[in-house]
Structures are given as structure tokens and as C-alpha cells.
């Protein structure tokens, strides 16, 4: 039962990629080739959003659900390490045609190719677990 308000968020989340069609694998594929402007039109409206939630929390100074203060740090950006990255990361969305919410939407909907994309996954991440104090942050 402490559980329930996260399944409860995942699967709302869910359906949200699903009926916006953000899981299809085709749809971010499109994207990639630049094809189609749905899923920029998805991405573009989240970023917004969240520029939106940001400037309102710092404005009103909101606390976060335990009442705590949020903060946000203003730490130096490093280029080098975003773009790899970034890199890293858009290729492995390109390649598999999905990033970690679909992957488990796309499982959840029953398209099994999907479970090898989730194994490795999980894979990279455990890996990234054991590596994490030998790499630079």
C-alpha cells in the first residue's frame, strides 16, 4: 500500500506515452530523421513546462512534499561532459528507438523486443553503479 501512489503515477505516465504516441517507436525514429515535428512538439511543450514549474517554485518559494526548502544548485556547466553525454545518451534513444520510460511502456504493451532493450538497460545501469567512483563527475 506505501507503494500505490507510485504505481498509480507510473501507470497514468503510461498511458500518457501511449495515447500521445511518445512510446512508438516509429514516432521517435521520425524524430531522429527529422521527419515529423510530434515528438518536438511533445519535448518542446515538457520543456516549457518545466521553465514554467521552475520560475514558480523560485518565485514563491515552494517547499517540496515533506515541507523542505527546494533548491536548486548553480553549478558551473561542464561542456565537455554534456555533450558526451548527451551523445551517449541520444545514441542509445536513436539505436533502440526508445529512452527508459517508453522501454518499460513499450514492455507493459507487450512488444517483447522491447525486453532486450530493458536488459541491457538495467545492464548499463548496474555497470555505471560499480563504475561510478572511477569516473569523472
Known sequence: MKFFKYLLAGTLFGIIMAQSEAMSWYRIQEMFRFQSFHMYGIIGTAVVLGVVGVFLIKKFNLNDIQGNPIKFSSKEPQMVKSLLGGTLFGLGWALSGACPGPIV???GYGITSMFV???????????YGLLRDKLPH
Do not use: P, Q, R
Not at 117 to 127: P, Q
Open 105 to 107: 511502456v513499450n514492455v
Open 117 to 127: 532493450v530493458l536488459f541491457f538497460a538495467v545492464l548499463g545501469t548496474y555497470t
